[in-house]
T-cell receptor, first 114, second 116 residues
Framework: AQSVTQPDIHITVSEGASLELRCNYSYGATPYLFWYVQSPGQGLQLLLKYFSGDTLVQGIKGFEAEFKRSQSSFNLRKPSVHWSDAAEYFCAVGPKTSYDKVIFGPGTSLSVIP | EAQVTQNPRYLITVTGKKLTVTCSQNMNHEYMSWYRQDPGLGLRQIYYSMNVEVTDKGDVPEGYKVSRKEKRNFPLILESPSPNQTSLYFC???????????????FGPGTRLTVL
């Protein structure tokens, strides 16, 4: 069955510390991979996406993610977290060859301590 | 400005009273979709549409209807709302084409619905 898991429901980090949010997926073929961020009271904004090529992708707001095919993972990282990064983060997967449903993970809530 | 708009943003209603949540995009996207977001469950797809007059069920379509008469609009209809439809709803659209456009979704701001 197709699924996306985000093992950490909630993470708290100190401002300036590094961050890694985990994402694992189960899919029939290598899908398109996405990370979205949802700030409080806002809609979802695309942080970055992976389609092919270099497995380390750069996104907005200083985020990056690394695709590891052997681990079916697409973890999100940031070297130094800012207080404004406090939000809900969603990993998602979608097929490469058709308009089919995108599957979202349950989300990881990030809190940032000053 | 390229955007997806939803109305209303907040709605409190009573069981059984029909309601419509509108969604409109100005990016000429073919693909549009509705999701509901519930704590611990992430986003679950309700319905999606690949083009005008083409709609299909997502994971949780029960109790909802949609229509796609125009490319830019994709309203969500609750004929007889029930309390278990209390949720945060998002509309999204996707561009066509290659180079990673497929399935890159642009989201509206959300509609918080409470059914009493």
């Amino acid at each position: 069955a197709q699924s996306v898991t985000q093992p950490d429901i909630h993470i708290t980090v100190s401002e300036g510390a590094s961050l890694e949010l985990r994402c694992n997926y189960s899919y029939g073929a290598t899908p398109y991979l996405f990370w979205y961020v949802q700030s409080p009271g806002q809609g979802l904004q695309l942080l970055l996406k992976y389609f092919s090529g270099d497995t380390l992708v750069q996104g907005i707001k200083g985020f990056e993610a690394e695709f590891k095919r052997s681990q079916s993972s697409f973890n999100l990282r940031k070297p130094s977290v800012h207080w404004s990064d406090a939000a809900e983060y969603f990993c998602a997967v979608g097929p490469k060859t058709s308009y089919d449903k995108v599957i979202f993970g349950p989300g990881t809530s990030l809190s940032v301590i000053p | 400005e390229a955007q997806v708009t939803q109305n209303p943003r907040y709605l409190i209603t009573v069981t059984g009273k029909k309601l419509t949540v509108t969604c409109s995009q100005n990016m000429n996207h073919e693909y549009m979709s509705w999701y509901r977001q519930d704590p611990g469950l992430g986003l679950r797809q309700i319905y999606y549409s690949m083009n005008v007059e083409v709609t299909d069920k997502g994971d949780v379509p029960e109790g909802y209807k949609v229509s796609r008469k125009e490319k830019r609009n994709f309203p969500l209809i609750l004929e007889s709302p029930s309390p278990n439809q209390t949720s945060l709803y998002f509309c999204a659209s996707s561009p066509t084409g290659t180079s990673g456009g497929l399935n890159t979704q642009y989201f509206g701001p959300g509609t918080r619905l409470t059914v009493l």
